[in-house]
């Protein structure tokens, strides 16, 4: 049986080595995707990264650094705030996100993957959530469990992956300020940040559903929204 190509993003971590956390391959295989790495770095030309794109069902962005703040609307800088930023990374994943919405492929965007989304689409970020006065959404120690609670907006894409789930966990110091004009934010954490933007096609979680499902196969729902199931 032939399975639809997920096309799954992954940045530099360490800078030496192309990297993603296993989560995303075993969540795309379990919901029954044939799951491709495609790496995001100076080594792949933009454009040709993007052509890959028509042999996908569906592209995922996945987790990692910090998008630049040259990559949003709002140009403020904050260099003693961000984390682990990879400008050949933000090139290449912004055109293929930008493929993938012009052919009409689905995109997951998950932490990093939801603040490029926002970014495309000429929203802002939060550069730092404990600066901004938010916290407790660091908690990489307990990265494999549901920290906080979460609520969504009812009859969203954020409130039909998440079914019956209340609680999320959290591994960002960054988060979505404005979704921008085209995307909606459809899902948040008690303290208000951001936890989901979508529009037709395209949904961002802030969450880690991949460092989940492993436990609790309700977070295999992301994933199965990509293929459209």
């Avoid at 050949?88 to 055109?95: L, P, Q, S, V, W």
Wanted: glycine share 12%.
């Amino acid at each position: 049986m032939n399975r639809p190509i997920v096309g799954i993003l992954c940045g530099r971590s360490p800078i030496e080595r192309y990297s993603v956390h296993q989560g995303y391959v075993a969540s795309v295989a379990a919901v029954g995707g044939l799951p491709v790495i495609m790496p995001a770095g100076p080594d792949v030309d933009p454009e040709v990264l993007a052509d890959m794109v028509g042999h996908c069902a569906a592209i995922i962005a996945t987790g990692g650094g910090d998008v630049s703040p040259e990559c949003y609307t709002d140009q403020t800088d904050a260099p003693d705030l961000l984390m682990d930023v990879d400008p050949g990374r933000d090139a290449n994943e912004i055109a293929v996100v930008r493929r993938a919405i012009e052919t009409g492929r689905r995109v997951l965007g998950v932490c990093r993957g939801i603040q490029l989304l926002a970014a495309i689409h000429g929203g802002t970020l939060v550069h730092d959530l404990v600066s901004a006065g938010f916290k407790g959404h660091w908690d990489e120690e307990r990265q494999y469990e549901p920290v906080h609670a979460i609520h969504s907006q009812p009859g969203s894409a954020a409130a039909a992956v998440l079914g019956a789930v209340t609680m999320v966990n959290s591994i960002h110091h960054q988060a979505v300020a404005d979704p921008g004009p085209t995307l909606v934010a459809t899902a948040w954490s008690d303290d208000g940040v951001i936890e989901a933007i979508e529009a037709p096609g395209l949904l961002g979680v802030q969450w880690h559903p991949e460092r989940l499902s492993g436990t609790d196969a309700r977070h295999l729902a992301p994933f199965a929204w990509a293929l459209g199931h």
